[in-house]
């Protein structure tokens, strides 16, 4: 055996010892630590730590989706605005077919200003389309449908209407009214406008 090999062979013998010398100590040490689990103040600190962030993300999860629906109802507003503007430019209105639909649903009458700074000093007169203590989506589908046939008539683009289920959710956050700006007894012109309870 040369003095190499000889050499080598001493270091791999005491990195062995070594090795198992720590490996026995550990197992010592390990197997002499007392068993210990949670005590019941710990579970239940753990339960309510638990509890809490569950619920600040459902909260979140809430404001999330009901900022959302603003962003939605702030495009369909401008959306139907610029529908209204672009059918007084084409010559025609939908104030004869929502005159009607709010004579034939005098309970969705809501408040009357007698000169709305808002509306160039017109009369208006608000209706209640949809309210989260009632949601539903029925007239406001209506309005558009109204609009949207119109608008196609004169060769314009449609106003873009969120899917049923979409629209149906939209409304349990927001009030949707029809604002109609009235000079004299003449429908001069229809807003929509959205809010939070």
Same mark, same amino acid.
């Given at each position: 055996?040369?003095?190499?090999?000889?050499?080598?062979?001493?270091?791999?013998?005491?990195?062995?010892?070594?090795?198992?010398?720590?490996?026995n100590t550990y197992n010592?040490?390990?197997?002499?630590?007392?068993?210990?689990?949670?005590?019941?103040?710990?579970?239940?600190?753990?339960?309510?730590?638990?509890?809490?962030?569950?619920?600040?993300?459902?909260?979140?999860?809430?404001?999330?989706?009901?900022?959302?629906? &603003?962003? *939605?109802?702030?495009? =369909?507003?401008?959306?139907?605005?610029?529908?209204?503007? #672009?059918? $007084?430019? +084409?010559?025609?209105?939908?104030?004869?077919?929502?005159?009607?639909?709010?004579?034939?649903?005098?309970?969705?009458?809501?408040?009357?200003?007698?000169?709305?700074?808002l509306c160039m000093g017109?009369?208006?007169?608000?209706?209640?389309?949809?309210?989260?203590?009632?949601?539903?989506?029925?007239?406001?589908?209506q309005v558009l449908s109204?609009?949207?046939?119109?608008?196609?008539?004169?060769?314009?683009?449609?106003?873009? &209407?969120? *899917?049923?289920?979409? =629209?149906?959710?939209?409304?349990?956050?927001?009030?949707? #009214?029809? $604002?109609? +700006?009235?000079?004299?007894?003449?429908?001069?012109?229809?807003?929509?406008?959205?809010?939070?309870?």
């Amino acid at each position: 055996m040369t003095l190499h090999a000889l050499i080598l062979w001493s270091f791999l013998c005491s990195a062995t010892r070594c090795c198992n010398k720590w490996y026995n100590t550990y197992n010592r040490h390990v197997l002499n630590l007392p068993k210990k689990g949670f005590t019941l103040v710990e579970l239940l600190a753990c339960i309510i730590v638990v509890v809490i962030l569950c619920a600040a993300v459902v909260v979140r999860l809430g404001e999330v989706r009901t900022s959302a629906f &603003i962003a *939605d109802s702030s495009r =369909l507003e401008r959306e139907f605005s610029r529908g209204v503007e #672009d059918l $007084v430019t +084409a010559g025609d209105s939908i104030n004869g077919a929502l005159q009607g639909m709010v004579s034939a649903n005098p309970a969705m009458q809501g408040p009357t200003v007698a000169a709305n700074p808002l509306c160039m000093g017109l009369q208006t007169v608000t209706w209640h389309l949809s309210s989260t203590a009632a949601p539903t989506p029925v007239a406001l589908n209506q309005v558009l449908s109204i609009l949207n046939t119109h608008l196609v008539t004169h060769g314009y683009g449609a106003v873009l &209407i969120p *899917d049923p289920a979409q =629209l149906a959710k939209m409304m349990k956050s927001l009030n949707a #009214d029809a $604002v109609l +700006a009235y000079n004299g007894v003449q429908l001069q012109t229809v807003t929509l406008q959205f809010s939070t309870p």
